[in-house]
């Protein structure tokens, strides 16, 4: 297996910590040990908690409180994983072999293009139709249609959607199962950002509407607790099963501690009250970066997201996306990714997830080099 660079993940983890203004974050600012185990039953349990390895697919507890989350589910349904990234990995790992043919969903988070190619797979890309100014950005089904062929082994899609913010509806969901169901295509989505809603309606899941469904998540985008590295996959008991012999291959086990944080995260009234804090975020934060495209409109324009404290900004400069992204970095000291990292220049990706005060400034510092370029 030899994977290709991933270019965001690479340029986060070298910058993110060294600028002074970091806008390249898709999720909202990080909670606090203290705020997430705020009673003392709670930090009582924490520090009490012996530091051995746990059930290496996660414990009874936590698989438990993720099944809550999938009607139908109990915890045979339920991998725990290091961060959704590793949900995926484990997921296609266990999928794919060399030839099989996987139709993506793009723009997307484009680990998954990465690892299905290292596996030797053929990645089709499935291109979302609209984002023009006033449009949604939509999956096309027709074109869906045109790429599912018998060769076909799995399907990705991100819903909500990382980095336009888009997401789809109960119909979009139904098509692209029946499309599937028609070769017997696997399909693998990723629901990270859910939760993560301006409207406060939790976007439609794959869940239950296809027996060869599969979903992965976690608690770093939505829920705001990133450094406890916890994801999941939701499918299919066998193919759980399977997935657990391959992350027996990768990092074994989740830490205890972050499964013990976790399953405070997730008990119901926790959950809500997490969920409606990034709401609050998302809910505060995006006119500020909305009346800050508007600002400079035509040049710069958008399709307002409906998921995530993300932005998926189209600019009209005579400026590649990764040069105007490595100038912003090396003159501002602001992180924005470039849309190159998605296969589509012209386009930025900003986010909104942090503190106002935070946001304001490096926007603006943003702004002073945007108007200076043709």
């Not at 139709?103 to 053929?122: E, K, S």
């Amino acid at each position: 297996m030899r994977l290709e660079p991933f270019a965001l993940e690479r340029m986060q983890s070298a910058w993110e910590h060294r600028v002074a203004w970091n806008l390249s974050e898709s999720g909202v600012h990080p909670l606090r040990v203290e705020e997430l185990a705020d009673t003392a039953a709670d930090r009582a349990a924490l520090l009490t908690q012996e530091l051995g390895y746990t059930q290496t697919n996660g414990t009874a507890e936590l698989r438990a409180a993720i099944a809550a989350l999938y009607p139908g589910a109990g915890a045979a349904h339920i991998e725990v994983t290091n961060g959704g990234s590793e949900a995926n990995f484990v997921v296609l790992c266990h999928l794919l072999e060399p030839g099989d043919e996987v139709v993506m969903m793009m723009p997307n988070y484009m680990q998954m293009r990465g690892v299905a190619r290292g596996l030797g797979a053929v990645v089709r890309p499935w291109s979302l139709a609209g984002g023009d100014a006033g449009s949604r950005w939509r999956p096309d089904m027709s074109q869906l249609e045109t790429l599912v062929s018998s060769k076909t082994r799995l399907i990705v899609i991100c819903n909500p959607n990382n980095p336009t913010g888009a997401r789809m509806t109960w119909s979009e969901l139904d098509h692209i199962c029946r499309i599937a169901g028609r070769t017997g295509a696997w399909i693998l989505s990723d629901e990270i950002y859910r939760g993560a809603e301006f409207d406060g309606v939790e976007t439609p899941s794959i869940w239950g509407r296809y027996d060869r469904a599969v979903v992965t998540s976690g608690l770093s985008k939505a829920y705001g607790l990133p450094g406890l590295r916890i994801g999941w996959l939701a499918g299919p008991p066998a193919l759980v099963e399977a997935c657990w012999g391959v992350h027996d291959y990768t990092s074994i086990a989740p830490g205890a501690v972050n499964d013990r944080l976790a399953r405070v995260a997730l008990a119901p009234a926790r959950r809500a009250l997490i969920l409606a804090r990034t709401r609050g975020i998302i809910g505060a934060n995006y006119p500020i970066v909305r009346r800050w495209i508007e600002k400079r409109a035509p040049r710069l324009e958008h399709t307002p997201p409906e998921a995530g404290a993300i932005v998926f900004v189209r600019y009209h400069h005579a400026v590649n996306s990764t040069a105007l992204a490595e100038r912003l970095r090396s003159e501002q000291s602001v992180l924005i990714v470039p849309g190159d990292h998605f296969d589509m220049d012209g386009y930025l990706r900003i986010g909104f997830g942090t503190d106002p005060a935070h946001l304001a400034p490096a926007l603006a510092l943003a702004g002073e080099l945007l108007d200076t370029i043709e």
